[in-house]
């Protein structure tokens, strides 16, 4: 555990209060780091204040949020980890969302709604348009041997 973590698991444990703010530093932290620090803020019960002579939370629950458990996701991504290790120890992380996150930082491909490599839209003309031209009939494209003979004898006498 690195000396950052530490300070802001301790931070948080000691304070009891500013958990967010403690979860948005440790944005820096590598994908493991994140995780452990995820864990001990979902643990840390907020500090209780007294309000018209009740003890109330001071804040909410620390809770991962949809946009921290994407970013939680993209850290451990990076550090290497497994799918099935990823799946199993982030909280509340359904295998649809890791998919679509997954999905996401995959580069776009530029392929047709079907999946396949094959542009939807193709041409209903392979070739140039136009007519075909006779060259093989020529006696100069030298295709015919005997066109050609007689066209050099015809040139020559």
């Known amino acids: ?57 001071c804040e909410a629950a620390f809770e991962l949020r949809p946009k921290d458990r994407r970013r939680l996701v993209v850290a451990l991504i990076a550090d290497g980890s497994s799918d099935g290790e990823i799946l199993a120890c982030v909280p509340g992380l359904a295998k649809r969302t890791f998919q679509r996150i997954k999905a996401d930082m995959e580069p776009a491909d530029s392929g047709s709604a079907e999946g396949s490599g094959k542009r939807r839209i193709t041409p209903k003309r392979a070739g140039d348009v136009g007519t075909p031209g006779f060259a093989s009939f020529d006696a100069t494209s030298g295709a015919n041997p005997e066109a050609h003979r007689r066209l050099l004898a015809a040139l020559a006498g």
């Open 1 to 57: 555990m690195t000396p950052e973590l530490r300070r802001l698991i301790d931070t948080a444990k000691n304070g009891r209060c500013l958990l967010r703010d403690k979860w948005e530093e440790g944005a820096a932290l590598s994908g493991r780091e994140q995780l452990k620090l995820a864990k001990a803020l979902l643990g840390i019960a907020p500090a209780k204040v007294e309000r018209s002579g009740r003890l109330v939370p």
